[in-house]
């Protein structure tokens, strides 16, 4: 996969007017975009000018509405290259996200971060014994040994 491809095919997921703003900044390869309600063509000729011969490249992305947002978002890549020196027609396909755009999708992982991140923290604490007096105490710290400031500085002292 060349650069462009590579490029392009970065931008699958992308809300549609995130993507035609993306399109619009690619000032070192010439380009004609053409906005259709359920597509979005990109075409790079490669000889303009020249009659003689066809060397074109032409990105389609496929449009579908979010089904969280629903926004409009490219959620398929048509890859298609002519060539009439060498009488090639070659045509690929890259799939986005099962029909969620880039922004839903990663503000549901996000979401499932937070809450796996969170159950880990929610465990039940065991109760302990205080190091000083011997009092059972739930600690609000993994690392706690002593049920109150009062029994830490004891303990120190005591230690001294």
């Keep these: 996969m060349d650069a462009r491809s590579y490029f392009m095919a ?29 597509y979005i063509s990109v075409i790079d000729d490669f000889a303009e000018g020249d009659s003689r011969f066809e060397m074109t490249t032409t990105y389609v992305f496929h449009l579908a509405a979010c089904q969280t947002c629903g926004e409009t978002f490219a959620s398929r890549l048509r890859i298609i290259e002519r060539n009439e020196l060498r009488s090639l027609q070659a045509e690929s ?37 205080c190091e000083h007096c011997g009092t059972s105490f739930t600690p609000k710290r993994s690392t706690a040994q002593f049920c109150s400031t009062r029994c830490r500085v004891a303990a120190s002292r005591a230690k001294a």
């Design 10 to 38: 970065n931008q699958l997921g992308r809300r549609q007017g995130a993507l035609l703003a993306q399109l619009e900044r690619l000032t070192c390869w010439p380009t004609a975009t053409k906005v259709h309600p359920t």
């Design 93 to 129: 396909t890259e799939l986005a996200s099962d029909g969620e755009c880039r922004c839903c999708r990663d503000a549901t992982l996000n979401r499932q971060r937070v809450a796996r991140h969170r159950a880990k923290h929610r465990q039940e604490k065991q109760p302990i014994t």
